[in-house]
C-alpha cells in the first residue's frame, strides 16, 4: 500500500479509535469521571479578557456538554488547542495561556492602558512580555534599492522585522533582467533578482542573524538558486558563522507548480531532486529555516472546491514528507520545518478547511511516519481570495474580504 494509502487507513482507524473512546466512556464509569473532571478542571481555567465595553469574555469556548461520551468525542476527535489531533489549534496560546502584553515603540501612544483581564476567579492574569510582532506585507518593486528602501519603510515603527519578498516574472521563471524579451516585465509585479549583489543590496541595513529578523521568500521553480544567492550574501556581510541563525522562509513548492501556477523551470524530477538538496542542507545547515511552504492557495485560486485543495494540499505534503525521509533525512529534524498556506474563500466549506487538514496531517504523520509532536503540526498561513473578487464590484469587494477574514479567523 502507498504512503498516501496508509495515511488513508490511519485516518479511518483514528476514527473507529474515537467511537471506541466514548462508548468506554459511556460504560466505564471511573473513566468517564476523569473525563468530566479534567473537561470541568479546563473550563475553570480558560483565561478571560475584557471587551472595549468591559464585559468578560473567555478566550477559548467550550461546548455545553456534561455527558462523558460527548465529552470523549470532543477530546479525542478534535482535542483542545495544542492536543492531538489539532482540529482546533495546533498551540494553546492564545486560547488557554496568558494573554500577552505588548507594548508599541510609542508607549501605546500616551494614553492609559486598558484593564487587565482577569481569569478564573477574577484574579489578575499574569502578564507576559511578548518581543514578537509578527506583521509581515508582500513587497517587492522594481530594483533591489527600492524594494530596500521599502523594507525600511514598512519596518521602520516595528520592534521585529519580518519581510515578505515579491519576485518579478523573469526572476521567477530563472531568468536574467538581461535575457530576450523580459525587458518590459522588469521590476513588475516584485523586485529583480540576478546576482549575489543584488541580493545584498536587497537586504541591506538589516541584520539578517539577528533573533528579530526573518525574511520570506515567495519562490518555487528557481528557489535552490535564490537560496544560494540568499545564504551567499549573508556570508558576505556577517561571515559564515551567520548561516545557522538564519531565519526564514521559502515557498520552494514543487508540486503546486506542476498543479497550478504553472512557473516551472526543469522537468519535475530534477525539480523534486533539487528541491530534496536544498531541504537536506537547510536542515543540517539551518535549523531556523523553513525550506518549503506547502501551498494550497495558488491550487484554490486556480479553481479547485475547498476539498480538493484539500486534498491535493495534503497529498503534496505527505508525498514531500515519503521524499525527504526517502533520502535518510530524519522526519522529526524536517517536519517540524514544513508550513502550509492556504486560501480561504466564500464557499461554506472554508469554515473548516484548516481544521480538517491540521487533523489528518496530525494522524498520518504520526501513525505513518512515526513523527513526534512539533512534526505533526500543521502550521499555516491564510489567505484570501483573489478569485471571489469581481473588478466591477470593488466596493462588493470589501465585504468579500471581510467576510472572508471572519471564515479565516474560525478556522
Same mark, same amino acid.
Given at each position: 500500500?502507498?504512503?498516501?494509502?496508509?495515511?488513508?487507513?490511519?485516518?479511518?482507524?483514528?476514527?473507529?479509535?474515537?467511537?471506541?473512546?466514548?462508548?468506554?466512556?459511556?460504560?466505564?464509569?471511573?473513566?468517564?469521571?476523569?473525563?468530566?473532571?479534567?473537561?470541568?478542571?479546563?473550563?475553570?481555567?480558560?483565561?478571560?479578557?475584557?471587551?472595549?465595553?468591559?464585559?468578560?469574555?473567555?478566550?477559548?469556548?467550550?461546548?455545553?456538554?456534561?455527558?462523558?461520551? &460527548?465529552?470523549?468525542?470532543?477530546?479525542?476527535?478534535?482535542?483542545?488547542?495544542?492536543?492531538?489531533?489539532?482540529?482546533?489549534?495546533?498551540?494553546?496560546?492564545?486560547?488557554?495561556?496568558?494573554?500577552?502584553?505588548?507594548?508599541?515603540?510609542?508607549?501605546?501612544?500616551?494614553?492609559?492602558?486598558?484593564?487587565?483581564?482577569?481569569?478564573?476567579?477574577?484574579?489578575?492574569?499574569?502578564?507576559?512580555?511578548?518581543?514578537?510582532?509578527?506583521?509581515?506585507?508582500?513587497?517587492?518593486?522594481?530594483?533591489?534599492?527600492? !524594494?530596500?528602501?521599502?523594507?525600511?519603510?514598512?519596518?521602520?515603527?516595528?520592534?521585529?522585522?519580518?519581510?515578505?519578498?515579491?519576485?518579478?516574472?523573469?526572476?521567477?521563471?530563472?531568468?536574467?533582467?538581461?535575457?530576450?524579451?523580459?525587458?518590459?516585465?522588469?521590476? &513588475?509585479?516584485?523586485?529583480?533578482?540576478?546576482?549575489?549583489?543584488?541580493?545584498?543590496?536587497?537586504?541591506?541595513?538589516?541584520?539578517?542573524?539577528?533573533?528579530?529578523?526573518?525574511?520570506?521568500?515567495?519562490?518555487?521553480?528557481?528557489?535552490?538558486?535564490?537560496?544560494?544567492?540568499?545564504?551567499?550574501?549573508a556570508k558576505r556581510r556577517f561571515g559564515p558563522k551567520v548561516v545557522p541563525k538564519l531565519r526564514g522562509t521559502v515557498q520552494a513548492d514543487i508540486f503546486k507548480e506542476v498543479?497550478?501556477?504553472?512557473? !516551472?523551470?526543469?522537468?519535475?524530477?530534477?525539480?523534486?531532486?533539487?528541491?530534496?538538496?536544498?531541504?537536506?542542507?537547510?536542515?543540517?545547515?539551518?535549523?531556523?529555516?523553513?525550506?518549503?511552504?506547502?501551498?494550497?492557495?495558488?491550487?484554490?485560486?486556480?479553481?479547485?472546491?475547498?476539498?480538493?485543495?484539500?486534498?491535493?494540499?495534503?497529498?503534496?505534503?505527505?508525498?514531500?514528507?515519503?521524499?525527504?525521509?526517502?533520502?535518510?533525512?530524519?522526519?522529526?529534524?524536517?517536519?517540524?520545518?514544513?508550513?502550509?498556506?492556504?486560501?480561504?474563500?466564500?464557499?461554506?466549506?472554508?469554515?473548516?478547511?484548516?481544521?480538517?487538514?491540521?487533523?489528518?496531517?496530525?494522524?498520518?504523520?504520526?501513525?505513518?511516519?512515526?513523527?513526534?509532536?512539533?512534526?505533526?503540526?500543521?502550521?499555516?498561513? !491564510?489567505?484570501?481570495?483573489?478569485?471571489?473578487?469581481?473588478?466591477?464590484?470593488?466596493?462588493?469587494?470589501?465585504?468579500?474580504t471581510a467576510t472572508e477574514l471572519i471564515l479565516s479567523y474560525m478556522n
Amino acid at each position: 500500500m502507498s504512503k498516501l494509502g496508509q495515511v488513508v487507513e490511519s485516518v479511518e482507524n483514528y476514527n473507529k479509535f474515537v467511537l471506541d473512546q466514548v462508548k468506554r466512556a459511556r460504560t466505564d464509569q471511573k473513566f468517564g469521571r476523569d473525563l468530566l473532571g479534567r473537561w470541568n478542571d479546563t473550563r475553570a481555567k480558560i483565561p478571560v479578557t475584557r471587551t472595549p465595553t468591559g464585559l468578560p469574555l473567555p478566550r477559548l469556548a467550550l461546548p455545553e456538554i456534561d455527558e462523558p461520551g &460527548e465529552i470523549a468525542r470532543f477530546i479525542f476527535g478534535e482535542g483542545l488547542p495544542g492536543e492531538f489531533p489539532y482540529l482546533n489549534a495546533a498551540y494553546p496560546e492564545m486560547y488557554l495561556e496568558p494573554v500577552r502584553e505588548i507594548e508599541s515603540f510609542e508607549k501605546n501612544n500616551g494614553r492609559a492602558r486598558p484593564e487587565p483581564a482577569r481569569r478564573g476567579e477574577g484574579a489578575p492574569e499574569k502578564k507576559l512580555t511578548q518581543p514578537e510582532e509578527p506583521t509581515r506585507l508582500f513587497s517587492g518593486l522594481m530594483l533591489a534599492e527600492d !524594494t530596500n528602501e521599502r523594507f525600511h519603510y514598512l519596518t521602520r515603527h516595528q520592534r521585529t522585522h519580518r519581510l515578505s519578498t515579491a519576485f518579478d516574472g523573469p526572476t521567477l521563471y530563472g531568468l536574467d533582467s538581461d535575457a530576450d524579451g523580459v525587458f518590459g516585465k522588469i521590476g &513588475e509585479g516584485g523586485v529583480a533578482i540576478d546576482t549575489v549583489e543584488d541580493m545584498v543590496r536587497l537586504y541591506d541595513g538589516f541584520d539578517l542573524g539577528s533573533p528579530n529578523f526573518s525574511a520570506s521568500m515567495t519562490i518555487s521553480g528557481p528557489a535552490p538558486m535564490i537560496m544560494a544567492m540568499y545564504i551567499a550574501a549573508a556570508k558576505r556581510r556577517f561571515g559564515p558563522k551567520v548561516v545557522p541563525k538564519l531565519r526564514g522562509t521559502v515557498q520552494a513548492d514543487i508540486f503546486k507548480e506542476v498543479q497550478a501556477q504553472n512557473e !516551472t523551470i526543469f522537468p519535475i524530477e530534477p525539480s523534486l531532486r533539487f528541491l530534496t538538496d536544498m531541504v537536506e542542507f537547510t536542515t543540517r545547515e539551518m535549523p531556523r529555516w523553513y525550506p518549503i511552504s506547502i501551498s494550497g492557495y495558488h491550487i484554490g485560486e486556480a479553481g479547485s472546491t475547498p476539498v480538493q485543495q484539500a486534498a491535493y494540499t495534503l497529498s503534496n505534503g505527505f508525498a514531500y514528507a515519503e521524499m525527504f525521509a526517502a533520502r535518510g533525512i530524519p522526519v522529526d529534524q524536517f517536519g517540524p520545518r514544513l508550513s502550509f498556506f492556504l486560501d480561504c474563500g466564500l464557499d461554506a466549506e472554508y469554515i473548516a478547511l484548516a481544521r480538517v487538514s491540521r487533523r489528518i496531517w496530525a494522524i498520518g504523520m504520526r501513525d505513518v511516519f512515526d513523527a513526534g509532536r512539533r512534526a505533526q503540526l500543521f502550521k499555516l498561513h !491564510t489567505q484570501t481570495s483573489g478569485r471571489s473578487l469581481i473588478a466591477a464590484e470593488f466596493k462588493n469587494n470589501l465585504t468579500r474580504t471581510a467576510t472572508e477574514l471572519i471564515l479565516s479567523y474560525m478556522n
